[in-house]
Each structure stands twice: as structure tokens, then as C-alpha cells.
């Protein structure tokens, strides 16, 4: 499984890099989970954002790997 994140006020990579690459890891029959992070620009200048960004690395952990 891939997880990949985009913020909504990117400034260095362009916003259909990402849809491109959700799409192409979709049809090569990989699991994606794509999550868009609201408020969010590509340096993580907010805790909210960096908060928001870990929680979404440990759901995605916890789901695809869990303990035990």
C-alpha cells in the first residue's frame, strides 16, 4: 500500500502530480490512500498540519501493519 498526501495550498508540486500519480498506482492494481490535507503547504508551516500529516501516517500504519 502506498499512502500519499497532498496539501491544498501546494506551491512546489503541481496538484495533478498527485491525482496522476494516485491514478497510475490504481490501475497498476496497487492500494492507495490518498489523503488531502486542507490548509496545509508543502514546507508544513502549521502544527496543524503536522499533526494532521502524523495522524495520518500512524492510521495508515496501524491499518495496513498492525501490531502484534
Known amino acids: ?8 495550498k501546494e506551491q512546489v508540486v503541481p496538484g495533478e502530480q498527485s491525482r496522476h500519480m494516485a491514478e497510475a498506482l490504481q490501475q ?10 486542507e490548509g496545509c503547504d508543502h514546507a508544513m508551516t502549521s502544527e496543524t498540519c503536522r499533526l494532521a500529516t502524523a495522524e495520518a501516517l500512524l492510521d495508515f500504519l496501524i491499518k495496513y501493519n498492525p501490531p502484534g
Open 1 to 8: 500500500p502506498v499512502l500519499l498526501s497532498r496539501v491544498d
Open 28 to 37: 497498476a492494481s496497487k492500494l492507495v490512500d490518498y489523503r488531502q490535507l
